[in-house]
């Protein structure tokens, strides 16, 4: 289940699923993929949280419930509901159903699941079929986070393995309950990540910290996440929520279009050279000058007053 509500100007996406540690189904995927589009274009809602309920983050993908499953984690379960309270619990382990990734160790036995009508015998795999599952899969769920036009915060509640580490890590701002955990289990299962977990850790934390994270999938406390810059802040798991809460409506009631901007410029100076990000910054520069909040913020030092961003 996927509960979403929009309050103070703030999206929070939950997910609720926390039997099976919020390992994602491909319909809850789904749904949070078309969340976060709605966010972009939604004028109401100008910050966006990412935070689950029970003792796990999310860990991974749940390679046991297609979209046609009739179990619990069957659809998106969709519904308006408030933020989660996450107990915060940690686990070393995620549940034996869960992938801990994207959809790569997928076997032949589930390719009806993932790339056939639900209910047909599965066939054989043929090359391509993993590289397609991946882009259409967790890479999307990952691009979503990153390419949303709002700033998108992760409060960690819990274990985030695999895909699930990098759903919180493809977020803008990352705040982590103490007994959170972070673990890259690829290695351990004998699979190269997925999910983007190569392209974002060497930026987070250089490409030695980033390998040795990979090569040996150790779990990772939320103390020496954040020492490692993998989170922004380490909050006694009582104050999760109003930690997310605070930074979420300060946010809110920031310049949105200029934070979506200067999001844009910061995740494209990591790929490009000097001249293609200064091109970048004096064109986000232009087309900022042309919103009400650049003009407000201007006036409102101009006048010696707090400035009143609308969001336009």
């Given at each position: ?10 999206l ?8 099976a ?7 809850q995927?789904e749904?949070?993929?078309a969340?976060?589009s709605?966010a ?13 309920t029970?003792r ?20 998106d ?19 034996r ?10 076997r ?9 009508a639900?209910g ?6 043929v090359v ?8 259409q ?5 990952i691009?979503?986070v990153?390419d949303?036009?709002?700033p ?8 985030a ?9 493809a977020c803008?701002?990352?705040v ?9 289990v690829f ?5 190269v ?14 490409p030695?910290?980033a ?16 020492r ?18 605070d930074?979420a409506e ?13 999001k ?18 004096a ?6 000058m042309?919103?009400?909040?650049a ?14 961003y609308?969001?336009r």
């Open positions: 289940m996927i509960l979403h509500t929009t309050d103070n100007a703030v929070w996406i939950t997910l609720n699923r926390p039997a540690l919020n390992a994602l189904t491909p319909d995927r749904r949070v993929i969340l976060l709605d972009s274009a939604d004028p109401a809602v100008r910050a966006v949280v990412i935070t689950a029970g796990g983050f999310c860990t991974g993908a749940d390679l046991r419930a297609g979209a046609g499953d009739g179990g619990p984690g069957r659809g379960g969709d519904g308006d509901g408030g933020p989660g309270r996450g107990e915060g619990g940690g686990d070393a382990q995620p549940p159903h869960a992938a801990g990734g994207g959809e790569s160790d997928t032949p036995t589930e390719r009806g699941t993932h790339g056939g639900a047909t015998r599965p066939t054989e795999r391509g079929d993993v590289a397609r599952m991946i882009r899969g967790a890479q999307r769920l691009a979503a990153m949303c036009e709002k998108v915060l992760a409060a960690v509640n819990g274990t393995a695999g895909l699930g580490a990098h759903l919180a890590l803008d701002l990352v982590a309950a103490e007994s959170a955990t972070f673990i890259e290695a351990r299962r004998g699979l990540p997925d999910g983007g977990g190569a392209y974002l850790l060497p930026r987070l934390v250089g030695h910290r390998k040795e994270l990979l090569f040996f999938g150790d779990a990772v406390t939320a103390a020496d996440a954040e490692m810059g993998l989170v922004n802040r380490v909050v006694p798991d009582a104050g999760l929520e109003k930690a997310a809460r930074w300060r946010l809110a009631t920031g310049p949105t279009r200029a934070l979506a901007l200067t844009q410029l910061v995740n494209a100076s990591l790929d490009g050279d000097r001249g293609a990000a200064f091109a970048a910054e064109a986000a520069q232009e087309i900022n042309t919103t009400a909040d003009r407000e913020g201007v006036a409102s030092f101009v006048e010696r007053r707090r400035p009143t609308r969001g």
